[in-house]
């Protein structure tokens, strides 16, 4: 998105802001200033702000979900017909099943098509939600990082639940008590840094609303501030594609429509129609699908060429350029055990906890590999394709896939492992790029698989830094 769009996006959703200002906790107060120079106004103690801490427990009201995670014994599972096959760990939540028993009967006051509902306005899905780590010193410790910056895989945990919560705003309906919708991610369409610096002792304003509907899809954008130095300034700006499912998440269910009001919002309404078809033309040229462009089949007969032995005239024989590190060596690997106190609220694995999990692994090559502490610049095309079940063995494979000048660019794969059936399925992929502060060394495929590693890896790095 271009410098020009950016501004209007933050000016549409300024005036956003001024129109929903009466309006109860969502909305900020201007109060008296606070002393300390990362502490806002409307942050001060005693004000009626939605904070990130309390954003989990507003969706589990919205839906009804359970608050607490218990055991029970397998066979009495079994006996009481609630599993039909035990978990890995032989356990289940006998909370979470009551509650979902109780909300399938929530299906028959879905939809039954998408012209049953009130179209919505942007203004109707508004949220603003508060991180007072400059007001609340107490909270800073979850955020900071061992350099004392901000902890950004903490951030990606606060924008997944802002946008859940931003759909439900949407898609709300007051004459009912609990929503029949099951919203979860689809897609992190695109996270754009507007400054790489984030400050732990300054107060942090997320706001965000729908800028597009699909008939089963939302668009949700986002924007991150701080406050510093008597002002609000940008920090990120963050695209989510979400899905509304039935109550037992098993099939589609169909959403609220989008009425845009004016040029702006109807100029953000196009962009979501345009994103849209951009997800659908990357999704067909995918190089898992489709052969590489005549450009980039150059490109990887470049690499091959430049990393051959003159002196053996072999194909077999291959040195490794000066400066450079071979694909197979800028690799990175983790285990994660899914625990409970990871879940959503439907009893699955968080989303932002895995992003964040699989960001930390990702920064962490990218500083092995540049050798220095590099800054995020952009996440692009984070596809949730399967959920991660509780007790789940989550492994993580992070890859150097293209670098360029002082960009890395990394690309990360999450997969579940069954020890019964020894069996691996992707669950998650994630594309992060990163700047250093000097030049990296170029990495260098040696094999096929790693050639398309490399131009998918040079695909999403144009698409977030080169254009």
Same mark, same amino acid.
């Given at each position: ?247 037992? @998440? ?93 879940? @959503?609220?439907? @009893? ?76 691996? @399925? ?42």
């Amino acid at each position: 998105m271009s410098e020009h769009q950016l501004d209007r996006e933050w000016s549409t959703t300024s005036k956003l802001m001024t129109c929903l200002r009466p309006c109860a906790s969502l909305t900020s107060r201007r109060l008296l200033c606070a002393e300390a120079k990362g502490t806002a106004p409307d942050m001060a103690e005693g004000n009626p702000l939605l904070h990130v801490s309390n954003v989990r427990n507003r969706l589990r009201e919205i839906v009804g979900a359970s608050t607490n995670w218990r055991y029970a014994n397998i066979s009495t599972i079994k006996r009481k017909g609630i599993l039909k096959s035990p978990l890995l760990f032989g356990s289940i939540s006998t909370d979470h099943q009551q509650a979902m028993s109780e909300r399938v009967s929530l299906s028959s006051a879905l939809a039954r098509s998408q012209s049953e509902l009130p179209a919505r306005s942007m203004k109707d899905s508004l949220v603003e939600v508060h991180l007072p780590l400059g007001s609340q010193p107490q909270l800073r410790e979850k955020y900071l990082t061992f350099h004392n910056t901000v902890r950004f895989g903490r951030i990606l945990e606060d924008l997944d639940s802002l946008a859940v919560l931003i759909s439900y705003a949407h898609t709300y309906n007051p004459a009912l008590k609990r929503s029949p919708l099951s919203i979860v991610t689809a897609l992190v369409d695109k996270i754009d840094m507007r400054q790489q610096a984030i400050y732990p002792a300054c107060d942090i304003k997320f706001t965000g609303h729908v800028t597009w509907v699909g008939k089963t899809s939302i668009e949700a954008k986002m924007h991150m501030t701080q406050y510093r130095n008597g002002a609000y300034s940008p920090v990120l700006d963050a695209t989510f594609v979400m899905v509304a499912r039935d109550p037992e @998440n098993k099939r589609a269910a169909f959403v609220n429509p989008l009425s845009p009001e004016g040029p702006e919002e109807e100029e953000l309404f196009r962009q979501g129609e345009v994103n849209k078809s951009r997800r659908v033309e990357l999704s067909t040229a995918s190089l898992l699908k489709a052969a590489p462009t005549a450009e980039e089949r150059n490109i990887v007969h470049g690499l091959f060429l430049n990393t051959l032995d003159t002196k053996t005239v072999s194909f077999r024989g291959r040195l490794l350029p000066p400066d450079s590190v071979w694909m197979e060596d800028a690799k990175l690997k983790g285990l994660e055990i899914c625990h409970p106190q990871e879940r @959503n609220i439907f @009893n699955r694995i968080f989303g932002g906890f895995l992003m964040r999990k699989a960001y930390e692994l990702g920064w962490a090559n990218a500083c092995a590999f540049g050798g220095g502490r590099p800054g995020l610049v952009a996440v692009d095309d984070i596809l949730f394709q399967k959920p991660v079940e509780i007790g789940s063995l989550l492994l993580l494979s992070s890859q150097v896939c293209y670098t360029e000048g002082k960009h890395i660019q990394v690309r990360v794969h999450s997969e579940v492992f069954d020890p019964l059936t020894r069996q691996h @399925n992707t669950t998650n992929v994630f594309h992060f790029t990163f700047a250093s502060d000097r030049r990296v060394p170029d990495v260098v495929p040696r094999t096929y698989g790693e050639s398309m590693l490399y131009l998918d890896g040079k695909r999403h790095f144009n698409h977030t830094v080169a254009h």
